[in-house]
T-cell receptor, first 114, second 115 residues
Framework: EADIYQTPRYLVIGTGKKITLECSQT?????MYWYQQDPGMELHLIHY???????EKGDLSSESTVSRIRTEHFPLTLESARPSHTSQYLC?????????????FGQGTRLTVV | AQTVTQSQPEMSVQEAETVTLSCTYD???????LFWYKQPPSRQMILVIR??????QNATENRFSVNFQKAAKSFSLKISDSQLGDAAMYFC????????????FGQGTRLTINP
């Protein structure tokens, strides 16, 4: 299995709460990504990072924010959760360059906002 | 921006038979990578096979092979001798070779294997 971990696996939280989804990888990858996976299973890129202190928004607008203070850690934060944020969130990482192009995925966090 | 399209939301196949999943993409780039990923129920997404656009030879990995048609921007996945463990969501994905190198996914195809 890939060395990329997401916690928690499942989270049920009330509207208005602040939450942080954790993602850590031990492979030393520069690139990290957050995807939102809707009930129809389609994946939408919401954030990505090239490396420490480098983050950019993805193709799908999201109210979440991310930070990349350490190479191995890429947490995603929602300041005020809403029911519309209910979804599965997948974290991934990959190397920079052409040698190993594969992206490795965590097991996902299934978030339910009630 | 690059887009990836999978036009088959669901496919089913008899065990031991062959099935082909379709994928088309749109890009103005000439150099890129294409992937097929598999997401089994409640399990991690894993790579099935990858193709470098500069290689004309189609990639193969055991029972999995691709038909890469660069001019047509088509990238289909063939699974031979289907097994029950092949049941999963399959995603086609595109990654640029330069620049942002974001991984862009198609909508996914749910594959069911009938025993």
């Amino acid at each position: 299995e890939a060395d990329i971990y997401q916690t928690p696996r499942y989270l049920v939280i009330g509207t208005g709460k602040k939450i942080t989804l954790e993602c850590s990888q031990t492979m030393g990858h520069d690139k990290m990504y957050w995807y939102q996976q809707d009930p129809g299973m389609e994946l939408h890129l919401i954030h990505y990072s090239y490396g420490v202190n480098s983050t950019e928004k993805g193709d799908l607008s999201s109210e979440s924010t991310v930070s990349r203070i350490r190479t191995e850690h890429f947490p995603l934060t929602l300041e005020s959760a809403r029911p519309s944020h209910t979804s599965q969130y997948l974290c991934a990482s990959s190397e920079t360059g052409d040698t190993n192009t594969e992206a490795f995925f965590g097991q996902g966090t299934r978030l339910t906002v009630v | 921006a690059q887009t990836v399209t999978q036009s088959q939301p669901e496919m089913s196949v008899q065990e031991a038979e062959t099935v082909t999943l379709s994928c088309t993409y749109d890009t103005s780039e000439s150099d890129y990578y294409l992937f097929w990923y598999k997401q089994p129920p409640s399990r991690q997404m894993i790579l099935v096979i990858r193709q470098e656009a500069y290689k004309q030879q189609n990639a193969t990995e055991n029972r999995f092979s691709v038909n890469f048609q660069k001019a047509a921007k088509s990238f289909s996945l063939k699974i031979s001798d289907s097994q029950l463990g092949d049941a999963a969501m399959y995603f086609c994905a595109y990654r640029s070779r330069v620049g942002a190198q974001k991984l862009v996914f198609g909508q996914g195809t749910r594959l069911t294997i009938n025993p």
